[in-house]
């Protein structure tokens, strides 16, 4: 039997979503120890006794970490507990060197919450409440690195490497309640939601929510019941999606997946999964059919978390702008059109934009540069244009270097090269490269009138009338003065000097 189409599938079934999204906190050190916390350290140097769980040694809670823990809560409008405490979580896995997690179990410290999240539907704008039932915190486990084998896994490895650079990492899990009513744009919706808490992350300053890095991931639970129906279905979790794009493909793979197995009468079995990149498709994990018993029970090394009330107020306060709300208060006070909007949305470069903005920078000018030409060394390159080496403050410069007349936008682009290549400020680029505009109308005229005489024939058609010849003149002055003109300067000279 051939898979259903998604059409076929939302006209018979209805999706119910459930989605967990773990949070890696920038903090500097690890959730119970000084460890550090960069990415990317050689294997095993950043671990110590406590991280590594060796006899005698005993935690401290981070007090960074549960800062910007209450601070998510106060984003998601969760209420604060004024108790809540550690847990075991007794399981064991190779990368987890204790053999038990520290997490929170039965007293999370946030709970209760919502994030309210826009998609544009064929209805035209349609927004949707997200239920957060709990935050949480707790620590990130260990990585394997499964040597040998086609695949990179376990299965077929000759060997496997533990780092345990990554144990003890203070994590954070966002859980929302089950979400109804989505209908065919559960996908969507999903998206927008991890989207959306991105973005809030991002602007708390708790996380640097890099999905391709890990430090953001959603695990995303689905299942389908007959429309009209108040029966759930069996779900599947698919885990450790790590991208805003697979999260949307990942739910509405399941639920083609799903509504396969039960239109042929067959049973979906509750299990974990993940996402295949490649093919769009997931495959099976580990059965989750038997509720797992992880044998929770309070940790005995460390102390109940109390937040003072006059505490939570005081980050209440510090909370930024809604990240919707700044989208559009922003939109509405540049005048961007939608497609710029959000082509700047999934450049992330919104905040780099803004703050090129509050420099001075007119806003079209700003985007412009960002989207264009520092997007485009950013691409040649293979780096996130926040990581190359230009600053707002540069491209504020660049703007009114240009706006003054200083540079032609020509020259500006060679002045960003420089800057990126680490030659200086803009205005020490065009110092030492010599990059200036030709202003000088004698100058220009004396181009002018060598080109007109060298292209002789061209000059006589451009007096005859026939005004598109001038392009292969006003190129040619253009060459002369090294790119160095203002070309519509030019041209308004050379049509006076040719009579038109």
């Known amino acids: 039997m051939a898979l259903p189409t998604y059409d076929e599938v939302i006209a018979k079934w209805d999706p119910v979503l459930g989605l967990e999204v773990h949070v890696e ?89 919502y994030v309210d999240v826009e998609i544009d539907t064929e209805e035209g704008p349609k927004q949707f409440r997200i239920e957060i039932e709990r935050v949480h ?25 533990l780092d345990y650079n990554r144990a003890g990492i203070p994590l954070v899990e966002i859980v929302t309640k089950i979400v109804p009513g989505t209908g065919k744009y559960a996908p969507e919706v999903a998206k927008a939601y991890v989207a959306e808490l991105r973005d809030i992350l991002r602007g708390l300053k708790v996380s640097d929510v890099k999905m391709e890095q890990g430090s953001l991931r959603c695990d995303a639970n689905v299942s389908l019941k007959p429309i009209g129906s108040d029966v759930l279905g069996t779900r599947s979790e698919t885990k450790n999606v790590n991208s805003l794009r697979s999260v949307e493909r990942a739910i509405r793979g399941e639920m083609i997946r799903h509504a396969e197995l039960l239109n042929e009468g067959k049973k979906v079995k509750q299990e974990t999964r993940h996402f295949q990149e490649d093919t769009g498709l997931t495959r099976s994990g580990r059965s989750k059919e038997q509720a797992e018993d992880y044998r929770y029970f309070p940790d005995p090394d460390l102390v109940p978390v109390t937040p003072a009330a006059i505490w939570i107020e005081e980050l209440r306060a510090t909370l930024p702008e809604r990240p919707s709300l700044r989208r559009k208060r922003i939109k509405e006070e ?112 004396a181009a002018i009138e060598k080109v007109c005489t060298e292209q002789a024939d061209t000059a006589e058609k451009v007096r005859g009338g026939h005004l598109p010849a001038a392009g292969a003149l006003i190129g040619a002055v253009m060459k002369e003065t090294k790119g160095q003109a203002d070309a519509a300067k030019v041209r308004e000279l050379l049509l006076k000097f040719l009579g038109q």
């Open 137 to 161: 915190m707790e620590e990130d486990t260990g990585k394997s690195l499964h040597v040998g084998g086609a695949t990179g896994r376990i299965h077929g490895a000759d060997y496997s490497l």
């Open 25 to 113: 906190l920038n903090t500097n050190s690890k959730m119970f120890c000084s460890c550090a916390t960069e990415f990317g350290g050689a294997p095993n140097t950043q671990t110590c006794p406590v991280c590594l769980a060796l006899p005698g040694a005993l935690p401290v809670v981070n007090e960074k970490a549960i800062e910007s823990t209450i601070l998510i809560g106060l984003a998601l409008n969760c209420k604060i507990a004024p108790y809540s405490r550690f847990a075991r979580k007794n399981y064991f896995y190779p990368d987890m060197p204790k053999n038990f997690q520290i997490s929170q179990y039965d007293e999370p410290i946030c709970f209760d919450g």
């Open 334 to 445: 540049w005048n961007v059109p939608d497609k710029e909007m959000e082509a700047m949305i999934n450049a992330d470069v919104l905040d780099i934009v803004e703050a090129t903005v509050l420099l001075g920078a007119d806003p079209t000018k700003a985007r412009t540069w960002w989207l264009g030409e520092i997007s485009r060394i950013a691409n040649d390159q293979n780096v996130a244009i926040a990581d190359l080496a230009i600053t707002p403050a540069d491209v504020a410069e660049l703007v009114a270097l240009v706006a003054n007349g200083d540079l032609t936008d020509k020259l500006a682009r060679q002045v960003v090269e420089g800057v990126i290549a680490g030659e200086g400020k803009p205005s020490e680029v065009v110092a030492k490269r010599g990059i200036k505009v030709v202003n000088d109308d004698g100058a220009l005229m």
